[in-house]
């Protein structure tokens, strides 16, 4: 019995003396019931009841993990037991492949949006590029028209008012030159009047568009408050879709009114009432989607520039304050009347380069 004894125990022994050197944890049940640990972390300050219990907690989280157990005689016809469970470094390595494939998926996803923005960046600096020299060809032509401006306007045989208006023109395609040259530049902000811009840019419009259309302009600002922070050729740039895009739900037919007062934060408002067919609920939410347009010609880029020309470059805000079918549609422009540096370096980005170059004048 005492050789019996002594295997027995040589073998708990062995048992206990290899696991102590790795961290597979371990539970000696002895036939009395009594519970050994090894590799187990016990809280510190647990009496000898409290620790068999929190060690029979233990087991039970072994027993229910499916693990195999060690059965042997302890030599005095009674069996002995040992529980273990999965070692630190086994329960890391469960986690491994979720690692590994989010690693692959980190590394994919960086590699797409890596290619995806040198895509966009090569297609926004060939939009740049064609930009400068769209500028670059109109301006030869336009100083050959403005020359011929000059003439027409010593040569008594045409008439003054045509000579006029065909300077305007060759005004505006000098504005439109500039747009075009200042694409990938800084947008400068200067103090400016906003009516006096408004009013000046609306009677040259009003003759390029339908007479049937009337144009009205209601200037309720306080002297103070007519002053704001603006690009001025951009500015028109956002007044011109604006309008355009009123004349075109108006079918060429009705009247545009151009609102000017005082708002709440420091801001003036300038509200641009149609009385066109007005915007369907669903399409409320996608008037400024780049592309959207319910016409069969047309890029549908303009509601969408002149929301970015205000809100990126002007410290503004562009949206549609009411519409309903059949009656019309209010557009409110928010911009702020004490000068705001904010945005004055902002540039007007590649990304916006992209669609202003496609939006045709």
């Known amino acids: 019995m005492m050789e019996m004894d002594q295997s027995t125990g040589s073998l708990v022994s062995q048992i206990i003396q290899s696991n102590a050197n790795n961290s597979v944890p371990a539970i000696h049940k002895s036939h009395g019931g009594a519970l050994i640990s090894r590799n187990i972390e016990i809280p510190p300050g647990l009496n000898a009841k409290e620790e068999q219990a929190f060690l029979q907690k233990e087991l039970s989280d072994m027993i229910s993990g499916d693990h195999g157990t060690i059965v042997f005689d302890n030599g005095l016809g009674q069996n002995d037991y040992i529980y273990y469970g999965d070692s630190k470094l086994l329960n890391q390595l469960r986690y491994y492949p979720l690692v590994q494939l989010l690693v692959v998926v980190i590394f994919f996803l960086a590699a797409y949006l890596w290619l995806s923005s040198s895509r966009k960046a090569e297609q926004n600096r060939v939009w740049v590029g064609l930009a400068k020299e769209t500028a670059h060809q109109l301006g030869t032509p336009l100083s050959s028209l403005t020359a011929w401006v ?34 990938g530049s800084v947008p400068v902000l200067k103090d400016e009047n906003i009516f006096e ?91 400024f989607n780049a592309g959207f347009s319910t016409k069969k010609r047309g890029w549908g ?19 549609v304050k009411s519409s309903e079918i059949g009656k019309g549609t209010i557009f409110r422009i928010l911009l702020p009347y004490e000068p705001n540096m904010t945005n004055a370096g902002n540039h007007l980005s590649e990304d916006t380069a992209s669609q202003v170059s496609n939006v045709q004048s």
């Open 301 to 319: 880029l303009g509601l969408t520039l002149a929301k970015r020309i205000v809100e990126n470059y002007h410290n503004g805000k562009l949206y």
């Open 150 to 183: 000059e003439y027409f306007k010593t040569d008594p045989r045409f008439d003054e008012e045509i000579v006029r208006e065909i300077e305007k023109d060759v005004q505006r395609l000098d504005t439109i030159t500039t747009r075009f040259s200042n694409i």
């Open 197 to 287: 811009t408004v009013e000046v840019f609306m009677n040259y419009l009003q003759k390029r568009i339908s007479s049937k259309v009337h144009i009205s302009i209601q200037n309720n600002l306080s002297d103070g408050h007519q002053t704001v922070r603006i690009n001025k050729y951009l500015f028109e740039w956002v007044i011109e879709n604006i309008c355009k895009n009123a004349v075109d739900a108006m079918g060429g037919i009705g009247s545009l009114t151009i609102t000017m007062k005082e708002s709440r934060n420091k801001q003036i408002a300038l509200d641009f009432s149609d009385t066109g067919k007005g915007i369907s609920k669903k399409n409320l939410s996608k008037v």
